[in-house]
């Protein structure tokens, strides 16, 4: 069984462009969820989606969005960069019903640069 | 707004040592989750356990075992027997209503 798929996993950007991140779910999950892990702020929610609706979304500033198709993929989206935005993202999936409380599979990460 | 405090930032034992690693959380939701996650240098994220807000009742896989205590609102977990291949940044988790927060991580050697 393929697990969570995430893509480039590594890219370098410069300040004030733009990044899309995708992430493919282990098959049948319909849970995304997307976190940013930096050596500074540690693992950091940003949003979940649940069969294509963000459910919930943390404490990012609108710079940064994301969406899910109808196959469950997933994509964040993260425009202006900024140096601060340098950071591993982390996607996970999970076979939840929509509570968004069960045991979350993650994948490798897409390791951003901002220079 | 919840928090999930793990003060142990590193910590190193000698194989065969037991070890805990403590969290300590903070919610205002009467249901919520509790997690462990394992992450190897390999960077993966790895699902060690998961606890409800009303499953007070300890639990042990293998050399793993779990304390949760509401009333300290704590989740520790115990490593018993270390091995090398337990190297790893573990994090506490917590899944309220609206919001996942993970702890600052421990990080644990484990040394031959």
């Known amino acids: 069984k393929a697990g969570v798929t995430q893509t480039p996993r590594y890219l370098i950007k410069t300040r004030g462009q733009q990044v899309t991140l995708s992430c493919s779910p282990i098959?049948?999950?319909?849970?995304v969820s997307w976190y940013q892990q930096t050596p500074g702020q540690g693992l950091q929610f940003l949003f979940e989606?649940?069969?294509?609706?963000?459910?919930n979304k943390g404490n990012f500033p609108g710079r940064f969005s994301g969406r899910q198709f109808s196959n469950s993929r997933s994509e964040m989206n993260v425009s202006t960069l900024e140096l601060g935005d340098s950071a591993l993202y982390l996607c996970?999936?999970?076979?939840?019903?929509?509570?968004?409380?069960?045991?979350?599979?993650f994948g490798e990460g897409s390791r951003l640069t901002v220079l | 707004a919840q928090k999930v405090t793990q003060a142990q930032t590193e910590i190193s034992v000698v194989e065969k040592e037991d070890v805990t690693l403590d969290c300590v959380y903070e919610t205002r939701d009467t249901t919520y989750y509790l997690f462990w996650y394992k992450q190897p240098p390999s960077g993966e994220l790895v699902f060690l356990i998961r606890r409800n807000s009303f499953d007070e009742q300890n639990e042990i896989s293998g050399r793993y075992s779990w304390n949760f205590q509401k009333s300290t609102s704590s989740f520790n977990f115990t490593i018993t027997a270390s091995q090398v291949v337990d190297s790893a940044v573990y994090f506490c988790a917590l899944r309220g209503v609206n919001d996942m927060r993970f702890g600052a991580g421990t990080r644990l050697t484990v040394k031959p």
């Open positions: 989606y649940f069969s294509e609706t963000q459910r």
């Open positions: 996970a999936s999970s076979l939840d019903r929509g509570a968004g409380t069960g045991e979350l599979f």
């Open positions: 098959s049948g999950h319909r849970s």
